[in-house]
Structures are given as C-alpha cells and as structure tokens.
C-alpha cells in the first residue's frame, strides 16, 4: 500500500541553524501539507501546497518557514533560523485531489532544538 | 476561529469494554469530519464523515456524524489492547486544512 515517507526521523539542531526536513507524498496525490505537534500539544496545522503554491497556511508559519516541491516527488519544509520552540514532530501528509477529504500522514521528523 | 474539543480527555477500560469518543466541533465552511488513530506516530486515519445520520463502520469501529448539533461520536466495541491509542478528531474546512481536537488517550487493560 502506497505510503509517505519522510526523512530523516530524528535531527538534532543547534538554535539558529538551518533545517530542511522531506517527505515524499503519495505518488499520485496532488494536495500537500505540513503539520506539527508539540509534545504533549495538538497537531497544529502549518501549510498547503497544490499546483506548485502555498494554498494556505497559518500564523505559525512566518518567514522563517518556507516549503518546496523541488521535483516531481519531494515536498520539503525549510526553517530558517531554527528557535528553541521550534522542537516538535513535524508530520507531512496528502491527499488525492480536491474533493477527497482523507489526508494520509508520514511517520513524522522529530526536530529538537537545542 | 474554528475549534475542535474531544472528551473525555483520557479513558482506561478493560478489554471486552465498548467505548465512546466524544468530538464536537465550531467550524466555518464545514466540508468533513475525520477520525483517525495515533499510536507511536504518524495519524493513521480511520473514517471520514461528511453526511449527518450515516454510519462508517469497520470492524469493531464506528462513527457517526450530527451535523446539527455539531458532534460525532466514535464507538468501539469488544476492546482490545491493540485499541490503546490517541483517538484524533479533525474537521476539514474550505480553507483545505485540517483542524485537530486534543485527542482522547485511550488505555485498554488486559
């Protein structure tokens, strides 16, 4: 059954540093998103992207978050200038097209910052 | 700003009890409901709800929608140990994005 992948599971960074953590969608899906969790927090909603542009996104994401499909099958999520609130599990998820609502998930990048 | 609040927070049975996940939700522009099971990791997803009245089922999971009175509840019958899990609700608005509740802890003892 087809699945998204993210990479790596686990990066340890120092504040201030730089980051790009990847997933690779579901082949066929068009739709593509960026979730974090807090530990012990809710999944918070941070992007979407479709046809190539960010469709949405929330006030998490701010400047210092930036998004790329640099190919056919990679969806990155960029973070600039990494912040000790920055730690969380970050989950990448699609979906097939418009009018399919199920979003599928990775297994998630645990990013600690420290 | 849209809202999602599940209950009970946490829940500890024994295996063989049924239980039922609370989820109600204040959104804009509803489009659907989504459960889904969070284990170790990723949200694995369970069902999608998009209709008030119908019941999804698999297996011993059900869910069913009140698009009036903004709930869905999650039923789980016969439990098992394999059920231990945080249950997700997470309701989709026009916006294209996903908006979770706290989630339920779900503890099935032997």
């Known amino acids: 059954e087809p699945e998204v992948t993210q990479t790596p599971s686990h990066q340890v960074t120092q504040m201030g540093q730089e980051v790009i953590l990847r997933c690779v969608p579901i082949s066929n899906h068009l739709y593509f998103y960026w979730y974090r969790q807090i530990l012990g927090q809710k999944v918070e909603f941070l992007v979407s992207f479709y046809n190539n542009e960010i469709s949405e996104k929330s006030e998490i994401f701010d400047d210092q978050f930036s998004v790329e499909r640099p190919d056919g099958s990679n969806f990155t999520l960029k973070i600039r200038s990494t912040k000790l609130e920055d730690s969380a599990m970050y989950f990448c998820a699609s979906k097939g097209d418009r009018i399919i609502y199920e979003q599928y998930f990775g297994p998630g990048t645990r990013l600690t910052v420290t | 700003e849209d809202k999602v609040v599940q209950s009970p927070l946490s829940l500890v049975v024994h295996e063989g009890d049924t239980v039922t996940l609370n989820c109600s939700y204040e959104?804009?522009?509803?489009?659907?409901l989504l459960w889904y099971k969070q284990e170790k990791k990723a949200p694995t997803f369970l069902f999608m709800l998009?209709?008030?009245?119908i019941e999804k089922k698999s297996g011993r999971l059900s869910s069913i929608l009140d698009k009036k009175e903004l709930f869905s509840i999650l039923n789980i019958t016969a439990t098992q140990t394999g059920d231990s899990a945080v249950y997700l609700c997470a309701v989709y608005n026009a916006g294209n994005m996903l908006t979770f509740g706290g989630g339920t802890r779900l503890m099935v003892k032997p």
């Open positions: 959104v804009t522009n509803f489009r659907s």
């Open positions: 998009t209709s008030s009245g």
